[in-house]
C-alpha cells in the first residue's frame, strides 16, 4: 500500500527557489569605472573589482572591511578574467556580473553571424 500526504499537511512545505544573488564585478578600464567603484565601496556594497595594474585596485582593499575582492589581472584576456570571475563568485558566494564602461574588446572580436551590433547609448561597442 502506497501513503498519500496532502501536499499542505507536509512537514516541510515547499518554496520557489529564490534567484541567485549577484554581484557586480567593475573592470577598472576608465575614470567612470574607477568613480562607480568608488560609490559602491562607499556604500559598503560588497562587488569585485579587477585592474591590470596593483595601484589601480590597492585603494578597494583598504577601508572596505572584507567587501571587496580586488583583483589584477588582464581582463582583455578570456582566461584571466574568467579566473577573475570565478574567484569573486566563490569569495562572495553569489553570481558575479560583469560592468566594463569600455567597449569589451572580446565583443569586438567575436564575429556578428548577422546580429545587429551591440550598442549603448548609440555607439556601437564592438567598434568602439
Known amino acids: 500500500m502506497t501513503t498519500i500526504t496532502h501536499p ?8 520557489p527557489e529564490a534567484p541567485p544573488r549577484t554581484v557586480q564585478l ?5 575614470p567612470a569605472a574607477h568613480r562607480y567603484a568608488r560609490a559602491l565601496a562607499r556604500n559598503g556594497v560588497g562587488f569585485g573589482v579587477v ?3 596593483a595601484s589601480d585596485v590597492v ?9 571587496v575582492v580586488a583583483l589584477v589581472a588582464d ?3 578570456p582566461g ?3 579566473d577573475a570571475v570565478d574567484r569573486v563568485e566563490r569569495r562572495l558566494t553569489a553570481r558575479a556580473v560583469l560592468i ?3 567597449g569589451d574588446p572580446l565583443l569586438a572580436a567575436a564575429p556578428s553571424a ?3 551590433p551591440v550598442t549603448r547609448r548609440g555607439r556601437d561597442l564592438r567598434t568602439g
Open 8 to 15: 499542505a499537511s507536509s512537514a516541510s512545505p515547499t518554496r
Open 51 to 53: 585592474g591590470d595594474r
Open 100 to 102: 566594463r564602461h569600455h
Open 59 to 67: 585603494p578597494f582593499l583598504t577601508g572596505s572591511g572584507g567587501g
Open 75 to 77: 581582463p582583455d584576456d
Open 26 to 30: 567593475v573592470i577598472l578600464d576608465s
Open 114 to 116: 548577422g546580429r545587429a
Open 80 to 82: 584571466q578574467l574568467a
